[in-house]
């Protein structure tokens, strides 16, 4: 099929994620929990979607779709990473490439953002958190025991407020203890905290450590 008649929506049906894995020989396999291909990683921290059409890596917050995974393993500029994808889609061999891909550059480091104090909730919170979000107390226990769920007092209001969060302390979502809604986001109930990953899945890590185990 000549490279013109394809359009980037009919190359991205053709060439998806694992193809790429495959042609540049990456290290590992790729699947919902596995390890990043272009850098160390001690623990699963990335992830390929079920349909192969999207990556993401919990680390640094990366992710995209088939042509930035390219553009990330060869180290291309976007315009020709693109034109790279649709000759690999136009040529039919998804064999492994005869050369050896450049070295990527190393992901910009992120900051975690700087959370405000975070506090275990007392009996009395637990049990009006419950009752707010009619939640077994069970159930309530059980987060705020694996750190999921932990209390502040917002400075700009001098409201109390729950945060639900996790151990990586990346993303966190403050809901204001009284059930009402925020006024800088006129009314929304729930405040994703300034600096927070907000692709970051919460209780990634969690989930991941409770199946290892």
């Known amino acids: 099929m000549p490279m013109h008649t394809i359009s980037i929506s009919d190359a991205k049906a053709l060439v998806r994620i694992p193809d790429l894995w495959t042609r540049y020989n990456l290290p590992g396999t790729p699947s919902k929990s596995c390890r990043c291909p272009w850098r160390e990683d001690h623990k699963p921290s990335f992830s390929v979607s079920e349909d192969s059409l999207l990556w993401h890596d919990f680390s640094t917050g990366e992710g995209g779709d088939a042509i930035d995974f390219l553009t990330r393993i060869t180290g291309l500029d976007k315009k020709v990473a693109c034109r790279t994808f649709l000759e690999i889609a136009a040529s039919g061999h998804l064999a492994p490439a005869r050369f050896t891909a450049p070295k990527p550059m190393p992901p910009t480091p992120r900051a975690k953002p700087s959370l405000p104090e975070l506090e275990v909730g007392t009996a009395e919170e637990l ?36 945060i639900v969060t996790d151990g990586e302390r990346v993303n966190a979502q403050a809901r204001r203890l009284d059930g009402q809604g925020w006024e800088h986001l006129d009314g929304a109930k729930a405040w994703t905290l300034p600096g927070s990953w907000a692709a970051w899945p919460l209780g990634i890590r969690e989930q991941t450590s409770e199946k290892a185990g």
């Open 127 to 162: 049990a009006t958190l419950a009752n707010l979000r009619g939640i077994g107390r069970e159930g309530i226990e059980w987060a705020s025991e694996r750190g999921v769920l932990r209390f502040t007092t917002s400075q700009r209001y001098g409201l109390r407020a729950w």
